[in-house]
């Protein structure tokens, strides 16, 4: 449990050269309050991290991603000259919710990313900030990374001017990409590890790891880890519209 939740972001605690980890008095404080959530309240892991990034007891990710897709979309909405009240209207999502998002107070899902893209005519590549061409090789810590909603990582593993768009998706138990979204193009993906059902219309497929799935991306489509292990799935878009 302590590892979804380190996951999650909830607590990043340093690590040792052999790899052990080292928890500060504010990560145990913190972890005895997730554990009351979970025990005392039922919620599950994303709940905990939302709740807890609500109450201001969460730190912001390192790499400040967050921070630069909210700068982004608040550059948007500015250059079009557009108030928050009519682009939430237009998106189907609450005021203070996109006013969170664009001050960095909250990350959206997949599924609302996706819905922003779309009004704002771009794309979800876009808030990666993938500036430039990637090289033939990118090792894990160069790749550009998205914290889309509690629970789902999205790790950009090419970039540039290329026709796929493949990504490394982590995704903790019971996340999921929030709304059922659809875009031009294909998608391939392959679950490396644990277990992902996704949903096309109204019929549901359950995979688990080694199992590969194709269809196109203009299918309206919803996903979820149903599991109790995060799951790991290589994702590969064609062309970048995702």
Do not use: C
């Not at 107070?105 to 771009?122: D, H, P």
């Not at 019929?203 to 799951?231: C, I, M, Q, V």
């Amino acid at each position: 449990m302590i590892r979804s939740w380190e996951n999650l972001g909830l607590t990043r605690p340093r690590r040792t050269e052999s790899k052990y980890r080292l928890y500060s008095a504010e990560d145990v404080k913190l972890l005895k309050r997730a554990r009351f959530l979970r025990k005392v309240r039922g919620l599950n892991a994303p709940a905990i991290v939302e709740l807890l990034r609500r109450e201001g007891r969460t730190r912001p990710a390192a790499d400040g991603n967050a921070g630069a897709i909210g700068t982004h979309l608040r550059q948007l909405r500015a250059k079009r000259r557009l108030s928050l009240a009519q682009v939430a209207r237009a998106v189907g999502i609450s005021v203070g919710f996109l006013s969170a998002l664009e001050r960095s107070q909250m990350s959206g899902s997949v599924g609302t990313l996706r819905k922003l893209a779309r009004f704002y005519k771009t794309n979800i590549l876009d808030f990666f900030d993938a500036t430039g061409v990637s090289s033939r090789q990118v090792q894990p810590q160069q790749r550009k990374v998205l914290e889309a909603g509690p629970g789902v990582r999205m790790e950009l593993l090419a970039w540039g001017n290329t026709v796929m768009e493949p990504h490394l998706f982590r995704v903790a138990p019971e996340a999921s990409s929030g709304d059922s979204y659809a875009h031009a193009g294909e998608e391939f993906l392959y679950v490396l590890r644990g277990a992902l059902t996704i949903t096309l219309e109204d019929e549901e497929y359950r995979l688990k790891a080694g199992d590969s799935f194709y269809f196109e991306s203009a299918t309206p489509h919803y996903w979820k880890n149903p599991g109790r292990a995060e799951t790991l799935v290589l994702w590969v878009n064609t062309p970048p519209t995702f």
